[in-house]
């Protein structure tokens, strides 16, 4: 690695002459220590060096390199290389001139499982740390729930818990409804069960023809033993494969292809995504880099498939709207990544024409209605300016609110909105302790205190308002802990709720004056009073009852005499929370290692009486 001297100004033309030719990643870094922008190059030498050495250069590069302090490089043995790593700097250090694709949400999957006398199957999201197959990523929720119908409706697989499962003594509504085959209490034998679980994965593995054929051999062998009844529930379900096959199957789809359209306008982009998997449609999801100005589709496509497909499953084929540069580096990186052929292409004919086409009329539709909805953010935000007097348009809001249940386990949130809307990213939470149960004043303070002592330390962004879920008491909290603390810039804010509790009949109490504004229903600033008011309720009570059912579960077993930290968690996997262990008899938490049959019978009094 090497590394530009930290001194002012930055001479580029002479670090320039100490650079290598060969491929590599640079980045440059500004007074700060920030991080500005991340390349990669063929030839570092040259790559670098044209920033410094053109004698015209765009306004928007221009400004860049004004605030350079130093860069630094690492070299790579290919281009290939290279691409990779200046994926992986982009998306974990999020430099400010590059395009960055924003999707902190992991994909969703279908989890079957395996080791059991009775796999399941089940919607999963995060680390795959349970032993069994994956099958995905899916685009949705939404689709892998649709999925999860089919295999039901089809194979009858349990999806249900495995603590449900194994303390039934009848079959539940599902096999009712003729969407479990009810191996839970024996009214399916394990061989036909597990068929049923290997053609589910070949279904899902794209392999439909396969388990037609096996189920229609099946049926023939059923009905030549006179087994009518299995042979007419056989030919059902060969109709319903079909059915589903002609319904699901696209014609013109490779067996697993990606079709990538992208639209800019008005400063944003967006890549609507097309999925196809086993010639099946998986459906569509639409992306909305981080775009620095001046950046071309190709561009935004270009970072997209490199940060995209950085920790993912890539497809065989990979559809494009408009050409890259680099492409053949690009899909070599990607191939050498997938340790198969990944082909990228933006010129097709035919069927996949049309899917291209479909792609970008998606992305310009969701672009439109994402302009359409920062506009109505940013007349809201204009709306509250003159409601409230002020010289200039809010740039940031953060609202408090306190959830609790008769005083156990209090919350506060804090929510942050800006002119483009909500800011997840920089949302908090502060569990609040030491306060007599219930007192909301208390929580309140101690909330405020807690965020704007570090605020004043520079932890952060400073609000131009700051909204108080509460009436007068609330807000002269607020004023207190900014006074006690010096802060002058910040204009408080109170909702305190109208009559009867209806919404867009709030009262707003304006902090330093005590003056009272009624919007009404029908004020644009008090529609996104609410919407800031509602969220940051919503962030609250989540918090809250996450933190409330955890201590609720530690402190129910943590009284019974013998039960300590290995065995509460053995408990606790083993029958999936504390309504699972309530619902369990002696002989059943026996089964539990460490279980004895004087501590089960101590377990069942604490939760039977």
């Known amino acids: 690695m090497e590394t530009s001297p930290d001194t002012a100004p930055f001479n580029g033309k002479a670090f320039v002459r100490h650079l290598s030719s060969s491929p590599g990643v640079y980045r440059m870094i500004d007074a700060r220590g920030e991080l500005l922008y991340v390349g990669k190059a063929r030839d570092l030498k040259k790559r670098v060096g044209s920033y410094f050495l053109k004698p015209r250069l765009e306004p928007r590069i221009m400004a860049m390199i004004a605030q350079i302090a130093r860069i630094e490089t690492t070299s790579t043995r290919t281009e290939g290389e290279a691409l990779i790593l200046e994926a992986q ?106 068929a049923s679980v290997r053609h589910a994965a070949l279904f899902l593995d794209g392999k439909s023809n396969q388990v037609i054929d096996e189920t229609v051999t099946r049926m023939e062998q059923a009905s030549q033993a006179l087994e009518f009844e299995k042979a007419a529930a056989l030919r059902d379900q060969v109709a319903t494969l079909k059915q589903i096959q002609a319904r699901h199957y696209v014609h013109g789809a490779s067996a697993d292809m990606d079709v990538l359209g992208c639209r800019i306008d008005n400063g944003l982009a967006c890549v609507s995504v097309l999925f196809f998997r086993n010639g099946i449609s998986l459906g569509s999801r639409d992306f909305f880099p981080r775009l620095p100005l001046d950046a071309s589709e190709a561009d935004v496509l270009a970072a997209f498939i490199a940060q995209y497909y950085l920790d993912r499953p890539l497809p065989e084929e990979i559809i494009v709207s408009h050409p890259i540069e680099d492409l053949d580096v690009l899909a070599e990186a990607l191939s050498t ?150 802060v002058t810039s910040v204009l408080v804010v109170g909702v305190a709720k ?105 377990i069942y009094a604490r939760f039977h009486g």
């Open 337 to 486: 990544q997938a340790g198969r052929k990944v082909e990228i292409k933006a010129s097709v004919r035919a069927e996949r024409a049309r899917f291209l086409e479909l792609a970008q009329k998606n992305a310009a539709l969701a672009l439109a209605a994402r302009l359409a909805s920062r506009q109505t953010v940013r007349d809201r935000f204009e709306a509250l300016r003159e409601l409230l007097e002020l010289d200039e348009t809010p740039a940031r809001i953060e609202c408090f609110d306190i959830s609790h249940t008769l005083g156990e386990a209090t919350v506060a949130s804090c929510v942050v909105f800006g002119p483009e809307g909500a800011e997840k990213s920089h949302y908090r939470r502060f569990n609040i302790s030491g306060i007599a149960p219930g007192d909301d004043y208390a929580a309140m303070h101690q909330a405020l205190e807690r965020r704007y002592k570090r605020l004043t330390a520079g932890e952060g962004l400073m609000p131009d308002i700051l909204l108080i879920d509460g009436g007068k008491g609330q807000v002269a909290q607020a004023l207190t802990v900014l006074n006690d603390l010096g």
């Open 89 to 194: 700097l982009i998306k974990s250090l999020k430099p400010r001139y590059n395009i960055l694709l924003r999707d902190d949400k992991s994909y969703p999957y279908i989890f079957l499982s395996a080791g059991a006398e009775a796999p399941r199957m089940s919607f999963h999201r995060g680390a795959k740390t349970e032993k069994g197959r994956y099958f995905g990523p899916f685009p949705s929720a939404w689709a892998v729930r649709e999925s999860l119908g089919l295999m039901q409706k089809l194979f009858l697989v349990r999806q249900c818990e495995d603590s449900y499962f194994r303390n039934r003594s009848r079959p539940c509504l599902q096999y009712q409804i003729k969407r479990c085959s009810a191996p839970c209490v024996g009214l399916i034998d394990e061989a036909d069960y597990a």
């Open 498 to 602: 109208g009559p009867e509790r209806r919404a867009g009949h709030e009262t707003l109490i304006i902090g330093h004056s005590g003056r009272e504004i009624w919007p009404g229903p029908d004020s644009p600033a008090s529609h996104l009073v609410q919407s800031i008011r509602d969220e940051a309720h919503r962030f609250a009570i989540t918090g809250h009852r996450q933190r409330r059912e955890k201590a609720r579960e530690k402190s129910s077993l943590e009284e019974i005499p013998g039960v300590g930290a290995r065995r509460r968690s053995a408990l606790l996997k083993q029958f999936g929370g504390l309504s699972g262990i309530a619902a369990a008899g002696v002989e059943e938490l026996m089964q539990v290692k460490g279980v004895s049959r004087d501590l089960a019978e101590r």
